[in-house]
């Protein structure tokens, strides 16, 4: 990342923005060309409507590993896989479809039942990020071990 934000720099940006899931680790050691900002990537909506007003060239640099490439990692026991799990209360949710909102999540789908279309999330394309949890939703439950039965 900071090649890639140097490289853009040279060739003269007006902004470079950098969004992620971990901004502490571009620290003071990390050395990025001046002017560069860091934002966690809560703020990537935010951040999106800002670069649209500068003029010129802005360049935003999301730092995330692929969420296919995460569960591939987790796959073969070199990432870390979390001991957490987000699941939909059906029986709460009352489909207002906020969680997709939020988290732009492929894996909270949607579910249909006799009160309508609900939301669930796909477990085995989930990559744990927990973004989905950020809207405000009570029919969220994460569970710490719970692990997806294999089918019979």
């Not at 923005?17 to 901004?23: C, L, Y």
């Not at 900002?37 to 995330?64: F, K, M, N, P």
């Not at 590993?65 to 990692?73: G, L, P, S, V």
């Amino acid at each position: 990342v900071p090649q890639i934000a140097a490289q853009v720099h040279a060739e003269g940006t007006s902004r470079i923005v950098i969004v992620t899931d971990e901004p502490e680790k571009y620290n003071a050691a990390i050395k990025l060309p001046e002017g560069v900002t860091v934002h966690h990537r809560d703020r990537l909506d935010a951040i999106q409507r800002e670069l649209r007003e500068v003029q010129g060239t802005s360049v935003l640099i999301y730092d995330q590993t692929c969420a296919t490439e995460k569960r591939r990692r987790r796959k073969r026991g070199t990432m870390v896989d979390p001991a957490r799990r987000a699941f939909i209360n059906d029986a709460v949710c009352e489909g207002c479809g906020d969680c997709s909102v939020k988290s732009n999540c492929l894996s909270v789908e949607p579910l249909e039942t006799e009160l309508g279309t609900k939301r669930k999330i796909n477990q085995s394309s989930c990559n744990k990020d927990f973004s989905c949890v950020n809207g405000f939703c009570p029919s969220f439950v994460t569970a710490e071990g719970a692990q997806v039965r294999k089918p019979e």
